[in-house]
């Protein structure tokens, strides 16, 4: 298996996950060589799930199988017992195959056996509380309230889960496919410092105890924005050293090249969509598309290539895509064509 496939689908795995996983299973119970160099290899490659995994592997090795042997007299009373019943019902109710005392004592084996499991996995599963999905549609922001009172803005076209439990300890954890500006609630009781707030992207982990940032994560590029207090990036790829970032700058990472770079901003323009505006650092016409696709959900197709080149200072209302679009047609001189409920066109003014 590939890091690239590994990273993908084990980064956000939970205990429970793992534990249902065949390979992980086999790992635990089965151990060879090849086996434990491909965990050791994830663990390598996504050090952020170590904790994880060897939680997870301690369960099952811990999970053990109560065997009890019935006395030959049992079996046969039992079997006696059973047959009876059998016989008993009618003809007409049900075409019963009579199976040997083995087969069914395998059988009866083998389900004990499931039911265990999955009674074992539903514990965990309820000890780590409920999944908890906040999305929003395109156009559309959304304020909310984490539990531990951390307050996330989400983006059009975005998505965060989290646990409901956090009031049980452990890391405070976020998964993000979108964009959102988190202002992450400082921990001030020292019992609790240990509480890391982690936010997961699909290239990269960042970790804070209480502090403003944005991220921005969109088709293959991440960036992130501090606004104030700490943060540090951890990057799933394992290439990348750690970046302990603080306020003003903005880094940015590519999932094509797998590199980051990082740089200067303001972190209030940076985050202006919370206000309904877009401000984007000297952008070009196609930028500032790509950026209203992300966020309507609309392809956007300007005519003139040479226009998509050029770039525009100062504030665009992004309240409503046609608000948007009324701005740029004017600075561009261009007009704005539907041509279908997924399509518009920007083509140039006759002049007359």
Do not use: C
């Amino acid at each position: 298996m590939k890091r690239e496939s590994i990273t993908y689908k084990y980064v956000q795995y939970k205990e429970s996950d793992f534990l249902a996983d065949s390979y992980f299973q086999e790992w635990v119970y089965q151990p060879s060589l090849d086996s434990e160099a491909f965990w050791q290899r994830v663990i390598d490659t996504i050090p952020q799930q170590k904790e994880t995994i060897e939680n997870a592997r301690l369960y099952l090795k811990n999970l053990s199988f109560v065997n009890h042997t019935p006395t030959e007299e049992a079996v046969e009373t039992s079997w006696q017992k059973h047959l009876v019943l059998i016989q008993a019902l009618p003809e007409s109710s049900v075409n019963v195959r009579i199976l040997s005392r083995r087969v069914l004592f395998r059988v009866a084996a083998a389900v004990t056996g499931v039911l265990l499991v999955v009674g074992a996995w539903f514990m965990l599963n309820k000890g780590h509380g409920a999944q908890i999905v906040a999305s929003t549609g395109f156009g559309e922001i959304k304020q909310v309230v984490l539990p531990d009172g951390s307050q996330v803005d989400l983006n059009a076209n975005s998505k965060i889960s989290y646990r409901n439990n956090w009031d049980k300890g452990g890391s405070r954890e976020v998964w993000l496919e979108g964009e959102a500006l988190f202002n992450v609630k400082h921990i001030t009781n020292p019992a609790h410092t240990a509480r890391q707030f982690l936010v997961h992207t699909r290239a990269l982990t960042v970790t804070v105890l209480g502090t403003v940032f944005d991220i921005r994560q969109r088709r293959s590029k991440t960036e992130i924005v501090l606004e104030s207090g700490k943060i540090k990036l951890s990057f799933v790829n394992g290439k990348q050293q750690d970046i302990i970032m603080t306020p003003g700058q903005i880094v940015s990472y590519s999932d094509r090249d797998e590199r980051s770079f990082t740089d200067s901003t303001s972190p209030e323009k940076f985050s202006a969509w919370k206000n309904r505006r877009l401000i984007l650092q000297d952008p070009k016409v196609s930028e500032i598309l790509l950026y209203l696709e992300d966020n309507f959900g609309k392809k956007i197709v300007i005519e003139d290539r040479e226009l998509s080149n050029r770039t525009v200072n100062g504030p665009i209302l992004i309240s409503t895509l046609d608000d948007a679009l009324f701005v740029l047609s004017t600075i561009l001189n261009t007009e704005v064509v539907k041509r279908d409920s997924s399509t518009i066109i920007m083509r140039t003014r006759s002049s007359r």
